[in-house]
């Protein structure tokens, strides 16, 4: 059974710091790229960062780079998102996306609120 479980999200103040965390199962991970989007209430889904099979590239929207950072442990099945100084318009729900040729997965996401 295929799955990618979120993970990390919450409340935070602005200028604060979340790590996202994507597990992946029931696939080859090592095969696939991943990307972090978001989606916040009556606005499209975005691409906010993403990364190589390899792990040697990676891309980022302009609203958050130099903010946020994308990686992949392939031994853990694992991507991460760190997002640092977060801001208001940060607030969405964010989800992981497994690609690669002729097939992709999603993830049911995790809430992410910068507040004061």
């Known amino acids: 059974q295929v799955q990618l479980v979120e993970s990390g999200g919450g409340m935070v103040q602005p200028g604060g710091s979340l790590r996202l965390s994507c597990i992946a199962s029931?696939?080859?991970?090592?095969?696939?790229?991943y990307s972090w989007y978001r989606q916040s209430p009556g606005k499209e889904r975005e691409l906010v960062a993403g990364?190589?099979?390899?792990?040697?590239?990676?891309t980022y929207a302009d609203s958050v780079r130099g903010r946020f950072t994308i990686s992949r442990d392939n031994a853990k099945n694992t991507v991460y998102l760190q997002m640092d100084s977060l801001k208001p318009e940060d607030t969405a729900v964010y989800y992981c996306?497994?690609?690669?040729?002729?097939?992709?997965?999603w993830g049911q996401g995790t809430q992410v609120t910068v507040s004061s």
């Open positions: 996306k497994a690609l690669t040729l002729g097939s992709n997965y």
């Open positions: 029931g696939f080859t991970f090592s095969d696939y790229a």
């Open positions: 990364i190589s099979k390899v792990g040697s590239s990676t």
